[in-house]
């Protein structure tokens, strides 16, 4: 176990080389991993606790995602059953303490699938996409309890979306996965973050590198259950001619931050981000989204759709930026939110950063209730009206929803349909 139970005076939790080392044994890294993980400890030290008053933090509280007084390092057995892993398709699952769990078809899928940090190599790659990531994912980096190295070799194309599960089960669980994708490789990974209870905190980094050429989708799904406060940064760095899709779907818990971008830092390199935030009762999202065009002749596209019921609250935050050196660079950003009731409420700020004036650049935001012409349209045809809203929802979140792999759209539907069930008649 690592104790978090001292704390700085600030509320920072304080942690010692030798509770890592006895961890990272634990875990069955190698010393490179060891070593990695003491450097990312330092990073960790020299970090302050996000302040309200920067601008990434006004809408959430950091206090509210500290993890508990532990951080397990091992789960008893009880926790978990033999059929936690599904048979339809390449997946893996990971908890805190336990080497990732692997079904029959991801062991035949072609790619290298192991604890994170046990080969050597591994240490050279991670933190290359998520340096900067601030206070969170600092202590995700030195302190993290599930890890998962995902490399597909080049040329490698892999068939099936590859699940990756990651219960909340533990009281603090902090996931990291890295995902390598080699030259000319493609590949779709859908990381979903399921369960938990009241109390639970979840603070995940996932680091996407897309090599040249190279095809990666990423699918993060989020439904915790009720009482769970979670922090979770996706971060992808593309190479010449690589393209890598995100889609995002946040659904559950109490409280959740994220922070999803990618780094564009070769010619010809493609990022498209897709949100949908489905929010209800007093839940509160916060979202940032970051497209760093560091080379030229690189294009990005964000779609980011919120739609809220009872009295939840989106935050979100998206920044585009240019590099002097990025010219003929094409971004797009657009944050669509959906109030579907008085209470709901949505805060938006699209941004730019152009070193640049050789570029093709564009960014809106709006927030607005349901089109009561829409509405009174749909009850002319003899649609009830309750029947009609939700119609209007779902028509609204479509786009993105068809960017989910079928293996997880069911789900996803299902829980929209169930939210969208709850709506009051005057939406």
Partial sequence: MVDLALMSSDGKPVLGKDELRRLSAELGESPAGLAWRLNALQAYRNEALPDRVQHLWRYTDPMHLMPGEALPAAMPPRDLDAGALPTDGPAVLLVPGRAPALNDAARAAGLRIAPLLQDDGDADLLGTAATGGGFFTALNGAAWNAGVAIVAPAGCALAEPLRLLVPAFAETTLPRVLVVAGRAAELTVVEEHTGGREGHRVIGVTELLVGEGAHVRHVLVQRWQAGVHGFLAVRARVERDGTYQGVNASLGGDRAKLELGAELVGKG??????????????????????????????????????????????????????????????????????????????????????????????????????DRDQIFYLQSRGIARDEAGRLIVRGFLEATLAQVPAVVRDDLEALVAERLAALDEGA
Avoid: M, W
């Avoid at 760093?292 to 690189?298: E, F, I, L, N, R």
């Avoid at 008085?342 to 699209?350: L, T």
């Avoid at 070193?355 to 607005?368: E, F, R, Y």
């Fill in 269 to 370: 390199a493609r990022s498209e981000l897709f949100g949908v935030v489905l929010g209800g009762d007093e839940q509160r999202f916060d979202h940032h989204t970051l497209h760093s065009h560091v080379s030229g002749d690189t294009t990005s596209n964000i779609d980011f759709k919120v739609a809220l019921t009872g009295a939840s609250r989106s935050s979100y935050t998206g920044l585009i930026r240019i590099a002097e050196d990025a010219a003929r660079s094409e971004a797009f950003q657009e944050n669509r939110n959906l109030l579907l009731s008085d209470a709901a409420r949505a805060d938006s700020i699209p941004e730019l950063e152009i070193l640049t004036d050789d570029v093709s650049c564009s960014h809106g935001a709006t927030a607005a209730p349901i």
